[in-house]
C-alpha cells in the first residue's frame, strides 16, 4: 500500500476545498475519507477505529491459536495419562482434552489481541480528541508507488498532518 495520512483542519470550507483538490489528482487517491460532524463519524472508518483492529488481530491470533491449543490438549491428554475424563472412555477423554485445549486457544486470542496496543493506536486517540475539540479531519491515502501530494496539502493550511503507518 501507499503513504495514509490525516489532514487536521479547523474549518469545513477548507476541508472540502481540499477533498476536491485531491479528488481531481491523477493518479486517483486510493481513499479520501472526510470525518467530522456532519460528515462521516470517526468509528464508521475502519482504519482509524482501534475496536475494528482489536477484531481483526483477534482473527488473525484465533487462526493459529486455536488448532494449536487442539494439538496441544491433544499432547497433554497422551502424554499425562491422567483419567480426568475417564467416563468418556480412552479415546473420548483425549478428544475432550483436544476440544478443551482449542477452547483455551480461543480464549487465549481475546487475551493476546486486546495487550497488544500500537502507537497508530496513540495517534488515533490524538486524532479523536483534535475530532471532540471541533476540528475536521480529512484520510488521505495513496496507491502504491505514488508520492502523497504534500505541497497541495500544506496549501491548506492544516493545524496537522498525521502520518499513519503504511499497510
Known amino acids: 500500500m501507499g503513504t495514509s495520512v ?3 483542519l479547523n474549518d469545513r470550507r477548507r476541508l472540502q476545498q481540499l477533498r ?9 487517491m486510493l481513499e479520501l475519507v472526510a470525518i467530522g460532524e456532519q460528515e462521516t ?3 464508521a472508518v475502519e482504519r482509524l477505529n482501534p475496536a475494528a483492529a482489536r477484531r481483526n488481530r483477534q482473527h488473525s ?3 493459529w491459536l486455536i488448532p494449536f491449543g487442539f494439538l ?4 497433554f491428554t497422551y502424554i499425562t495419562d491422567l483419567d480426568t475424563f475417564a467416563f ?8 475432550i482434552g483436544a476440544l478443551l485445549g ?3 486457544g480461543w480464549m487465549g486470542s481475546f487475551a493476546a489481541a486486546a495487550s497488544v496496543s500500537s502507537d497508530e493506536d496513540d495517534r488515533i486517540r490524538g486524532l479523536r480528541n483534535r475530532l471532540e ?3 475536521w479531519l480529512l484520510l488521505a491515502e495513496t496507491a502504491n508507488g505514488v508520492e502523497m501530494p504534500w505541497v497541495t496539502l500544506q496549501q491548506a493550511r492544516p493545524q496537522a498532518v498525521v502520518r499513519l503507518a503504511d499497510r
Open 72 to 75: 496441544a490438549g491433544l499432547t
Open 20 to 28: 476536491q483538490k485531491l479528488s481531481e489528482l491523477q493518479p486517483p
Open 6 to 8: 490525516v489532514v487536521v
Open 61 to 63: 491470533m484465533a487462526r
Open 133 to 135: 475539540e471541533g476540528s
Open 88 to 95: 468418556a472412555g480412552a479415546w473420548s477423554q483425549h478428544l
Open 41 to 43: 463519524p470517526l468509528t
Open 102 to 104: 482449542m477452547g483455551s
